[in-house]
């Protein structure tokens, strides 16, 4: 009799547990689908970054604007506007990075998750990445004219590759 009782007890308490184990999963999921934690980790992992469509970009990811007043920045013939448009350069490469889902929490571990067929120029990338991270490192750091028109034309390439230019 006390057997049968403690049976009942452990069966209730199996049942009880596994009703509270499917609400918690379904509630997990709920709030993974509600937040971006779905679509930037899970999604990744299975399906990798957003593909870009062959036409018809949406209007979030275009960077006309933005590289229109980066590109000015090399009209003025002032070294420190060199600096920042190779900076601004890189951040909205990065931004872009960021919208189209590449994993990673810095620049340089998106440019690693990159596939090689979705960015043929990454080498280059990488490049004016490391252009770019001498410039904020380094005090004394010397930027021509030249070879930031060079990283202009890398990053440029890139935004192209990625169809958002």
Do not use: C
Request: charged share 25%; no cysteine.
């Amino acid at each position: 009799m006390i057997n049968s009782i403690i049976n009942n007890i452990f069966l209730l308490v199996q049942i009880v547990s596994g009703i509270i184990s499917w609400i918690m999963f379904i509630l997990i999921v709920y709030l993974a689908m509600k937040t971006d934690f779905w679509q930037k980790k899970i999604y990744n992992v299975f399906i990798g970054f957003r593909k870009l469509p062959e036409e018809g970009l949406d209007h979030s990811l275009k960077v006309n604007k933005e590289w229109d007043n980066i590109m000015k920045r090399l009209d003025s013939k002032d070294e420190a506007n060199y600096k920042l448009a190779v900076i601004e350069a890189d951040k909205l490469l990065d931004t872009v990075l960021k919208k189209l889902t590449i994993p990673g929490s810095t620049m340089g571990e998106r440019l690693k998750a990159i596939p090689s067929g979705q960015l043929p120029s990454i080498d280059n990338v990488w490049k004016v990445h490391k252009l770019r991270n001498h410039i904020v490192h380094t005090t004394d750091f010397i930027l021509t004219d030249n070879k930031a028109k060079q990283a202009m034309t890398i990053y440029k390439q890139a935004f192209k590759e990625l169809k958002v230019l």
